[in-house]
């Protein structure tokens, strides 16, 4: 029989111990951390040896699916002694606390082997705790022989039912910070989604503005290098005025580069997109490379091998892979070295989430790199923007890298850009690969002479001196004209004249009645005529095609020369579709 001495004194200590571990409970919320402080102070006060924490499997992933459920060892002490770390719930430990909250296991008893699924233990006496519907504490005594007494048992219960309260608490916090994780990951999604749904509708803006600025431009260089080189054609050789008209002349070129990049930027450009090699386009631009940026750059090209092809004007491919050249070129005033390489990739899911306009599957990449000065986070956040520019003036127009977007764009593709002060910067477009290739197309040959004719057309344009131009033009090459400032004035004209009228030559933007709904209406009338469209724009004829008879577009501006001949090709039938306006 124990003293009463000997109890109240036992009775004072395991209330020191309860004291401290209490203390322990509330110093961390980290599940590891709680563990460590909590086991440790325990072991030592009662000279234990071994413990080890499991939890039910559900409770650490509730949103995940784990299969059949089981315990997982969350912590053990020294863990050296681990060789489970996973067990089915059917284990004999939890058998046996399905009916009591604790449980002692001594050496020498058949379920001692049973409930060791540690490494090198073959002694002891194990106390087995429920910490109540999370999982299972194993704690180990080397010292005792027997079992430990229904008042050690009771003891522990005492103090193993708060340790389980701060493991709960624990296990609510670790839940609540992944919840909030998973809040800060999705308004991060949405916070990118809204920037790039910005950034997108910022510069389709730009681009909607840029094109109508370029069309109305347009309009105003048909006269410009229209009348000019008509001016030009009745000057002698050495007329003291063919200098300066031919400086005008150059000065409208120049103007129509400018439009061009402007049409590009609002994907309202003519474009005529068709399978081609990428590599053999970079090998062509090589050449180009290497007379424009100059000698104190070097030039590495890294072509992959069976790329296939991608669905693009070959000619703007030409004209990214020179932007960015150039822009390279300017980041390196002081010599560097520019690489183009080309590979194939495969894009995943998670890589195409944050680009709207790539889906899964495999691409053709090709990086633009150089070794020079490098963007800001600012400059890259603003660099496809029309007219953004870091150059000093009169050393760009800042439409470089906007025309490259919009090429890009226009062709199904993404571009990414890195860059960082001092670290050069990498373009890297991606385009989807196609297995097909087009055939070479051979040079146009023409004649030497603009063709005439006799035919009847009816020109529509609201634009008085272009419409003044085109009139003059084909009324010199000999047909017959009849002439509308719009719509209205064309029907009534088409319905008063009693000829044939073999060409309807129409601005496709026109106030009031644009010119695909004006043919439309004329076409309801029977009688058969050719059509030819001009405009600025190329979106707009071949986005909705008259399907009762094939349609050209002649893009603005045009010369009376390329005019002439265009005309005398719709008549005989030998040409549909998107014709340049100014070509070499």
Same mark, same amino acid.
Request: hydrophobic share 40%; glycine share 8%; proline share 4%.
């Given at each position: 029989?124990?003293?009463?001495r ?5 009775t004072?200590?395991?209330?020191s ?10 110093r ?7 563990c460590?402080?909590?086991?440790k ?5 009662k000279?234990l040896g071994y413990a080890?924490?499991w ?6 992933s ?13 912590y ?6 681990v ?22 296991v001594?050496?020498g ?22 910490l109540?519907?999370?999982g ?5 005594s ?14 522990l ?11 709960h ?7 609540l ?6 809040r800060?990951?999705a ?7 809204q920037?790039q ?5 910022k ?5 909607r ?14 006269t410009?290098l ?15 005025v ?19 990049q ?6 309202r450009?003519?474009?005529?997109p ?47 892979i020179?932007n960015?050249?150039?822009n390279?070129r ?6 560097g070295k ?5 590979s ?9 989430k ?16 150089d #070794?020079g000065? &490098?963007?800001?986070?600012? %400059?890259?956040?603003? =660099?496809?923007? @029309?007219?953004?520019?870091? *150059? +000093? ?5 800042g ?17 990414d ?6 670290e ?6 991606y385009f989807?690969?196609?297995e097909?290739?087009?055939a ?11 063709p ?7 020109v529509?344009?609201d634009?008085?001196?272009v419409?003044m ?6 009324q010199e090459?000999?047909y017959?004209v ?7 004035e064309?029907l009534l004209?088409?319905? #008063?004249?009693? &000829?044939p009228?073999?060409? %309807?030559?129409?601005? =496709?933007v026109? @106030?009031?009645?644009?010119? *695909? +709904? ?25 986005a ?9 577009l002649?893009q ?18 030998e040409?549909?579709?998107v ?6």
């Amino acid at each position: 029989m124990k003293e009463p001495r000997d109890s109240f004194e036992k009775t004072i200590a395991d209330m020191s111990v309860l004291y401290e571990l209490a203390l322990a409970v509330g110093r961390s919320s980290d599940l590891r951390r709680n563990c460590d402080i909590f086991l440790k102070t325990l072991m030592a006060r009662k000279n234990l040896g071994y413990a080890a924490v499991w939890l039910n499997s559900e409770l650490l992933s509730p949103r995940k699916d784990s299969g059949q459920p089981h315990a997982v060892m969350v912590y053990a002490e020294p863990e050296f002694y681990v060789q489970q770390r996973e067990l089915p719930l059917s284990h004999p430990i939890f058998r046996l606390l399905r009916k009591e909250t604790a449980v002692t296991v001594a050496a020498g008893d058949p379920l001692f082997t049973e409930v060791t699924t540690e490494k090198n233990i073959r002694g002891g006496v194990w106390a087995l705790l429920s910490l109540n519907h999370l999982g299972v504490l194993k704690l180990l005594s080397y010292t005792r022989k027997e079992p430990f007494s229904e008042e050690d048992l009771n003891y522990l219960r005492n103090v193993i039912g708060k340790f389980a309260d701060s493991i709960h608490a624990c296990l609510d916090h670790q839940r609540l910070q992944e919840e909030v994780a998973r809040r800060r990951e999705a308004e991060e999604a949405l916070r990118k989604s809204q920037e790039q749904l910005v950034e997108a509708q910022k510069m389709e803006a730009l681009g909607r503005l840029a094109g109508g600025i370029a069309h109305d431009f347009n309009n105003l260089l048909t006269t410009i290098l229209g009348y000019g080189r008509l001016a030009m054609g009745h000057l002698y050789d050495k007329d003291p005025v063919r200098d300066d008209l031919a400086e005008v002349i150059h000065a409208g070129e120049r103007a129509v580069e400018l439009t061009s990049q402007l049409l590009t930027l609002g994907r309202r450009r003519a474009s005529h997109p068709r399978p081609v090699n990428p590599n053999s386009i970079i090998a062509d631009t090589d050449r180009l490379l290497r007379r424009t940026l100059g000698e104190d750059i070097e030039i590495a090209t890294v072509l992959g091998e069976n790329l296939g092809g991608i669905i693009i004007d070959p000619a703007q491919l030409q004209q990214v892979i020179m932007n960015l050249a150039i822009n390279a070129r300017d980041a390196m005033p002081d010599g560097g070295k520019l690489t183009i390489e080309t590979s194939l990739v495969e894009l995943d899911e998670t890589f195409c989430k944050g680009r709207a306009e790539l889906s899964p599957g495999t691409y053709v990449k090709i990086v633009v790199a150089d #070794t020079g000065t &490098g963007m800001t986070p600012e %400059v890259r956040r603003h =660099v496809f923007e @029309p007219f953004f520019t870091t *150059k +000093e003036t009169g050393r760009g127009s800042g439409l470089g890298l906007s025309t490259v977007y919009g090429i890009v764009h226009q062709a199904g593709g993404w571009i990414d850009i890195e860059s960082a002060p001092g670290e050069g910067t990498r373009v890297i477009l991606y385009f989807a690969r196609r297995e097909e290739l087009a055939a070479e197309v051979l040079p146009d040959r023409r004649a030497a002479e603009t063709p005439r004719g006799t035919e009847t057309i009816l020109v529509v344009e609201d634009e008085e001196s272009v419409r003044m131009f085109t009139v003059k033009v084909l009324q010199e090459l000999g047909y017959n004209v009849l002439q509308a400032g719009n719509g209205g004035e064309a029907l009534l004209l088409f319905d #008063t004249y009693r &000829g044939p009228i073999h060409l %309807v030559l129409t601005d =496709v933007v026109m @106030p009031l009645m644009n010119g *695909k +709904e004006l043919v439309r209406r004329l076409r309801r009338t029977g009688r058969e005529f050719k059509v030819l469209y001009v405009s600025g724009f190329s979106d707009e004829v071949f986005a909705e095609k008259d399907s009762s008879a094939e349609a050209s577009l002649l893009q603005k501006p045009y010369t009376g020369d390329r005019l002439g001949r265009v005309v005398r090709s719709v008549l005989d039938g030998e040409v549909s579709g998107v014709l340049p306006g100014i070509v070499s």
